[in-house]
């Protein structure tokens, strides 16, 4: 028969394994939903008092289990898993269906690549200048990645020297010093 120390001891670390996941779950949630909502500051915020409260609720719950008689663990365990599908039914509810959400709001997908409509805004952006069709592909990759000339000249088959030709005329077209010049001209759009 296990001693009521070694059945405090393993309510403990089941804690602690549920209080982390809950303390990097929220929090990297929150901060993930939080671009793409009408006041990201106040959401990025959210998941840490959150993960807070579920400690608090959490604590409760384990050290009544640890301490109480085995009568009423199945009835906190119950307990503990039905507020738990409730919560989870509760947030991804609200991931899907916000109202503030904003397809504008957020620049980059998980991959930390453009997504589509920041591709769109891109087009639509170099069709303002004379550019050709090798230009528009270089000045793609000179605004959608920080990737060397030497990688850009490899990924399109062309000369460095060609890219760098490419650049001083794309540079000359849209009124850019530079490399920066010319991200800034299209963030600023």
Do not use: C, H, Q
Request: glycine content about 6%; hydrophobic content about 45%.
């Amino acid at each position: 028969m296990p001693s009521a120390k070694s059945g405090y001891t393993f309510f403990l670390s089941i804690y602690y394994l549920y209080i982390s996941i809950y303390i990097f779950f929220y929090t990297y949630g929150f901060i993930s939903i939080a671009p793409r909502t009408g006041k990201p500051e106040l959401w990025a915020s959210v998941g840490r008092p959150l993960s807070d409260l579920f400690t608090a609720v959490i604590s409760v719950i384990m050290i009544r289990l640890g301490t109480d008689d085995a009568g009423s663990t199945p009835f906190f365990f119950t307990l503990y898993y039905v507020l738990l599908l409730i919560v989870l039914y509760m947030l991804m509810s609200f991931i899907n269906t916000d109202p503030n959400l904003s397809e504008a709001g957020a620049g980059e997908d998980a991959d930390g690549d453009m997504d589509t409509g920041a591709v769109l805004s891109m087009d639509e952006w170099l069709d303002n200048y004379p550019l050709t069709p090798r230009e528009r592909d270089v000045a793609f990759l000179l605004i959608e990645s920080d990737a060397p000339i030497k990688a850009i000249a490899a990924e399109l088959g062309i000369s460095e020297r060609s890219v760098y030709r490419f650049a001083a005329s794309i540079y000359e077209k849209t009124g850019a010093d530079n490399r920066t010049g010319l991200v800034k001209k299209f963030i600023s759009k």
